[in-house]
């Protein structure tokens, strides 16, 4: 049995066999209507989220199964002090797959220590959030058509920001990638991330400051959040907060064929004009999210 | 000056060249305290080879104690173990590959600061940086700063 609790948990086959299920599911959706039928995913939410815990259910009824789970810590027994692994000691009774999202980092491998069936981490704090990393490949590998030779412009919180780390994670896999850090001083990419990372694979990167001074050199621009809940003082995060807006003029500077990429929620960070921009691709991000988790189910579940 | 003296050991283990100062975190981590024999600590003993240094003398049998926790706080240290007053061996320590519950993962996000009875389990990630990380948030420890 196989969980998914970091990008690492799959080699690069096995991304790219889930990335082609995907694309195979997007194409003809009706040859997987009923293949889940009498399983159920938990949706097991200790943090709220729109996005991810919707797209998790949405694809498992996609599949012809069922659903359940809750959706905040106060709606589940850890508000009366459940620890993590007895909660998922009793849905595993309930359910056959889960997906979990926490807000402390390294929860899933807790649920993992005690589950007897597939966990999926669906965002521990600030450190993973593997299934955002498959859409964010799935988008880039269908609209790019490549995983590799690419240059990658991620901006905002690449300190705090999960979604950075599992994707860099799973693009120094690929040939020639060259990172471009964009953010403010303070929330630069761990150190661990550029030693552990990025300097072991050999992996090109520079560090910026403004987004302005790189556009024209970017493939991708991969857009974050700046995370309120991730600040312990709400005056750093009122600081930079609006620290990166992209509009319409900085489109101009960019290449005709760049893609904009964005986990959302976003809050002020991408300037509604932008959307119409044909190269502002989030919103498609978000429907691949659900062919990929569909592709993961199936995966899990061994039911291809 | 005068010379102190500590007696032999029958059957045991003698600590010798452990940083000036540190013998008593020593003694915390290998949980001496718990032990029904006899510990000698020599603080600030002379050494030509470190200045001065701290030695731990501990009379038990030679299993009671898990010496890996050694080479996770200074893997210099020189271990002689003693049976019938002799040194039978001089133990090379070295990094132990993870270490449970020695130190506690120090970030507030990390689940193990409110999963109930969930074990603090760093795993060495790079020898020669003597880099440990946080089994389950990642969060870095450098051996020799602890």
């Known amino acids: ?304 | 000056m005068s010379t102190l003296n500590v007696g032999g050991i029958l059957e045991g283990f003698v600590l010798d060249h452990i940083p000036a100062g540190k013998s008593m975190q020593i003694y915390g981590y290998l949980n001496l305290d718990k032990l029904d024999c006899c510990v000698a600590i020599i603080k600030n003993a002379k050494s030509n080879k470190m200045g001065k240094k701290d030695i731990i003398k501990i009379e038990c049998p030679i299993d009671h104690i898990d010496l890996d926790i050694l080479g996770f706080i200074d893997h210099t240290i020189t271990v002689n173990i003693i049976k019938h007053k002799v040194i039978v061996e001089k133990r090379q320590l070295d990094l132990p590959k993870e270490i449970i519950n020695i130190v506690h993962c120090k970030n507030p996000r990390c689940i193990t600061s409110i999963e109930q009875g969930l074990e603090h389990i760093f795993l060495l990630t790079d020898k020669n940086k003597e880099t440990y990380r946080c089994k389950y948030c990642e969060e870095k420890i450098i051996s020799r700063n602890v």
């Open chain 1, 1 to 304: 049995m196989k969980h998914l609790i970091s990008p690492l948990d799959l080699s690069t086959k096995e991304i790219d066999d889930i990335l082609e299920l995907a694309e195979d599911i997007e194409k003809r959706p009706d040859k997987y209507t009923d293949i889940c039928k009498g399983k159920k995913l938990a949706t097991l939410f200790y943090e709220s989220s729109t996005r991810t815990r919707l797209s998790h259910e949405a694809a498992m009824l996609n599949l012809g199964g069922s659903i359940l789970g809750f959706s905040s810590s106060d709606a589940s027994s850890a508000a009366k002090g459940e620890s993590v692994a007895d909660t998922i000691r009793t849905v595993c009774c309930y359910a056959d797959i889960i997906a979990m999202r926490h807000p402390k980092e390294g929860a899933p491998i807790v649920a993992a220590n005690y589950s007897s069936i597939p966990i999926i981490n669906a965002g521990d704090g600030g450190h993973e959030h593997p299934t955002q990393t498959l859409t964010d490949l799935l988008t880039i590998r269908a609209e790019k058509g490549r995983l590799d030779n690419l240059t990658v412009g991620m901006c905002g919180d690449l300190k705090f920001g999960r979604t950075v780390h599992s994707l860099i994670h799973a693009l120094v896999r690929y040939r020639n990638i060259k990172f471009i850090l964009i953010s403010p001083e303070e929330l630069r990419l761990p150190s661990y991330m550029l030693q552990d990372v990025l300097v072991k694979h050999n992996i090109k990167y520079i560090q910026a400051e403004k987004l302005e001074e790189v556009m024209s050199e970017l493939d991708i621009l991969y857009m974050t959040r700046v995370q309120k809940e991730r600040f312990f003082n709400e005056e750093d995060y009122i600081r930079m907060k609006d620290f990166y807006i992209l509009d319409a003029d900085k489109m101009k500077m960019a290449k005709s064929d760049m893609l904009v990429l964005h986990p959302l929620p976003r809050v002020n960070e991408i300037h509604p004009e932008v959307d119409k921009d044909p190269r502002a691709i989030y919103f498609k991000q978000v429907q691949y999210g659900v062919y990929v988790r569909m592709a993961l189910i199936l995966t899990l579940l061994e039911l291809i």
